[in-house]
């Protein structure tokens, strides 16, 4: 008998964010009233797509059991590890006695809050059909340099040249496999990444540009515009 695929998230939240300089790591702090983590979850949330959210979290962390999202009826919490690639593959075992091979599960960062439902659906329409799957990405609109050191080499030919977002999607039981393959690898800095390793070739799907990452304090105020201005619409 034949399983419709379900739908799952996975998002990796053990890092410190140390480019931030804050008294927390980035994912704690204050953003148009929540956590910036409590915001990125409510984006996922607000898709109802996902059958479950697994949320890969420090042992050390003592901000993630004070929120209420952390109760959350469809939040599970896994144990984060070292590296990005380590929590993301214990996110995906904390939901393994549940998810099938074949289910889809994308995989979101933490510090991207201002993700919309609208880009969920589209990646997730796009790729339902795709045999490896695919990530959120931005086409590069400015000048692209090859350096060493202060030293220019060369011009990038940009129209070759996308910056990955999140979510990434990919089927769970090979994000699962690729991930545990590249165990310890350091070009692995995202999922589709794992994916390139054992010779896949995922698809690019065009995010928005307001799917911005928090990682310097500059970032705070432009994603509170952001979600302002998504609010704004959802008013009007």
Same mark, same amino acid.
């Not at 340099?145 to 089927?171: C, E, Y």
């Given at each position: =008998?034949?399983?419709?695929?379900?739908?799952?998230?996975?998002?990796?939240?053990?890092?410190?964010?140390?480019?931030?300089?804050?008294?927390?790591?980035?994912?704690?702090?204050?953003?148009? &009233?929540?956590?910036?983590?409590?915001?990125? *979850?409510?984006?996922?949330? @607000?898709?109802?797509?996902?059958?479950?959210?697994?949320?890969?979290?420090?042992?050390?962390?003592?901000?993630?059991?004070?929120?209420?999202?952390?109760?959350?009826?469809?939040?599970?919490?896994?144990?984060?590890?070292?590296?990005?690639?380590?929590?993301?593959?214990?996110? +995906? =075992?904390?939901?393994?006695?549940?998810?099938?091979?074949?289910?889809?599960? +994308?995989?979101?960062?933490?510090?991207? !809050?201002? +993700?919309?439902?609208?880009?969920?659906?589209?990646?997730?329409?796009?790729?339902?059909?795709?045999?490896?799957? &695919?990530?959120?990405?931005?086409?590069?609109?400015?000048? *692209?340099?090859?350096?060493?050191? @202060?030293?220019?080499?060369?011009?990038?030919?940009?129209?070759?040249?996308?910056?990955?977002?999140? !979510?990434?999607?990919?089927?769970?039981?090979?994000?699962?496999?690729?991930?545990?393959?590249?165990? &310890?690898?350091?070009?692995?800095?995202?999922?589709?990444?794992?994916?390139?390793?054992? &010779?896949?070739?995922?698809?690019?799907?065009?995010?928005? !540009?307001?799917?911005?990452?928090?990682?310097?304090?500059?970032?705070? !105020?432009?994603?509170?515009?952001? +979600?302002?201005?998504?609010?704004?619409?959802?008013?009007?």
């Amino acid at each position: =008998m034949s399983h419709s695929p379900k739908f799952w998230a996975v998002v990796p939240a053990a890092g410190v964010g140390k480019r931030m300089n804050a008294d927390r790591p980035k994912q704690y702090l204050p953003l148009a &009233g929540m956590t910036v983590i409590e915001q990125t *979850l409510a984006c996922l949330l @607000q898709a109802e797509v996902f059958t479950a959210i697994s949320v890969a979290i420090s042992a050390e962390d003592p901000y993630w059991p004070e929120l209420a999202i952390a109760k959350h009826s469809q939040v599970v919490t896994a144990p984060g590890g070292r590296e990005r690639a380590d929590s993301v593959l214990s996110g +995906l =075992m904390a939901l393994g006695v549940q998810a099938r091979d074949q289910d889809w599960v +994308l995989v979101h960062d933490a510090a991207r !809050p201002c +993700l919309t439902s609208s880009d969920i659906h589209r990646l997730i329409n796009t790729l339902i059909n795709d045999p490896v799957g &695919g990530i959120l990405a931005l086409s590069s609109h400015d000048t *692209l340099k090859n350096v060493q050191g @202060q030293t220019i080499l060369g011009t990038l030919d940009r129209s070759h040249i996308w910056r990955a977002l999140t !979510p990434q999607m990919f089927r769970y039981g090979m994000l699962s496999a690729a991930l545990q393959a590249a165990e &310890g690898n350091p070009a692995v800095t995202d999922e589709a990444s794992a994916l390139e390793l054992q &010779g896949w070739q995922p698809k690019i799907v065009e995010g928005r !540009p307001d799917n911005i990452k928090i990682t310097r304090p500059e970032d705070l !105020p432009l994603a509170q515009f952001y +979600l302002q201005q998504a609010h704004n619409e959802e008013q009007a």
